[in-house]
């Protein structure tokens, strides 16, 4: 059974950086795309950034430069590292498993990332 438990969200000032964490069980990382989205408020959710083995990464242009998805080879956690955060960032977090085969896709419960002065 495939779960996903995100973790690391927070408030944090402008410029400042935070890493988000997504715990995976259940994952065989070769026949997944591992990927982070956000909300914002009054915003539909948004891909940021995805991750699959031997393939290439993705980031929307917003956080080109910014910020960088990676995974803990060997083992089963997914990082979304965040620097020089910004105001417009702010939004709930969610990481997804996407089955490459299957097309079925997985969710986690959301992580909240608040960016203000």
């Known amino acids: 059974q495939v779960q996903l438990v995100e973790s690391g969200g927070g408030l944090v000032q402008p410029g400042e950086s935070l890493t988000l964490s997504c715990t995976t069980s259940?994952?065989?990382?070769?026949?997944?795309?591992i990927g982070w989205y956000r909300q914002g408020p009054g915003k539909p959710r948004e891909l940021v950034a995805n991750?699959?083995?031997?393939?290439?990464?993705y980031y929307v242009d917003s956080v080109k430069g910014r910020f960088t998805i990676s995974r803990d080879n060997p083992g089963n956690t997914v990082y979304l590292q965040m620097n020089s955060l910004k105001p417009e960032d702010t939004g709930d977090y969610f990481c997804n498993a996407y089955n490459n085969w299957t097309h079925r896709n997985y969710w986690g419960q959301g992580a909240q990332v608040t960016v203000s002065s």
């Open positions: 259940g994952i065989v990382f070769s026949v997944y795309t």
């Open positions: 991750w699959r083995l031997n393939g290439p990464t």
